[in-house]
């Protein structure tokens, strides 16, 4: 078994990251560097772990149970998911919590009621009690629409972050976490494209539904073509089952079934240059996986999203594959997961579509809820 963590191996990642000119481009086809593999171990185990986390978070999502300055704060890449550090209780105590846009409450294993913030403290803050802390970061920290959330008892006006590529999980580095709760003025930040937030129209007080970010995904192209995606499965429907969220809480994005089986096979109708990986699908629930050993760059049909409003998000490649290497054997996989990822039950209601972490990753994304609208652009987040 292969370490990635040489320090060589560190070096070209960066220099990949340094000097590799924007590979988001009008062509069809998008190039990633076969170095930038994911580092583990047990890269199986790894991408397993990772699918498995994504359709655990997609069965919570579907079936819940139910101002100051701005403040920047680190985001951290932790395990699949993005950490900031708060302190609560007298004297504080530093806890890492999970940014999750998906709920809107605060968990943290019990210590006291005062929020301290980099530059204030918010007495009585409204959290929860957590019981399970076995894993770091210990705590939950709910950015979702309830009123109970991160935002809301906090007053923002919006709030922004950067995903800093899930290469640099677990290690010293980190982006940012932007709170703003300053009243502003509705312009719209330099190079941002946006489309509405929406909200689930069923959702009403006591539905988790209404905590989820909408967003009106309305097509998917793959290498320029458009993926024929039922309307009914892009929308709610008249029990708010349905529709597309923004998830910061998922690494890999979801898709039900009908729709990850149209997008898989538009990647496997248009990839000519690489056989299947039949056998890396079998160990770790993902497809189409391919098999590119012997090749130093990977060329695939480019993933793109287009909202409501005209706002399109060209993905970068290594936002919708990831590679792996080991031992002799180098193969690329789709980063989604649909409900039969891994012969689970069929997961039936809410969003359909979950756009999770991994997609954004080198995205700074914007949750204007003063003007009810989510933007986005390409940004280096390291
Ligand atoms: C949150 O909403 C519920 C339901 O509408 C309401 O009863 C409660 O008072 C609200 N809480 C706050 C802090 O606004
Ligand atoms: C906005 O886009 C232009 C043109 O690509 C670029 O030169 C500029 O640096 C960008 N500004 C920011 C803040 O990203």
Redesign the pocket.
Known sequence: MNSFASSSYIVSILLVYAFSPSISSSSSSLTISIFDTIRHPDPYKRLTHLATTSIARAKHIKNPQNAPNPTTTPLSPFSGAYSISLGFGTPPQIIPFVMDTGSSYTWFPCYGGTLTMPHEKIEDFLVGCSVFSSNQPAGLAGFGRGNSSFPSQLGLKKFSYCLISHKFDNTEKSSFLLMDAESDSGSKT??FSYTPMLKNPVGSENSALSDYYYVGLRKITVGGKKVEILHKDLSPDSNGDGGTIVDSGTTFTYMNQAVFDLVADAFSDQVKDYTSAEDVEAVTGLRPCFDVAGHVTVKMPELKLHFKGGAEMALPLENYFIAVSDGGKSFVCLTAVTDDTLLGPELVGGPSVILGNFLMQNFHVEFDLRNERFGF?Q?YCS
């Open positions: 330099e190079n652009r940004q």
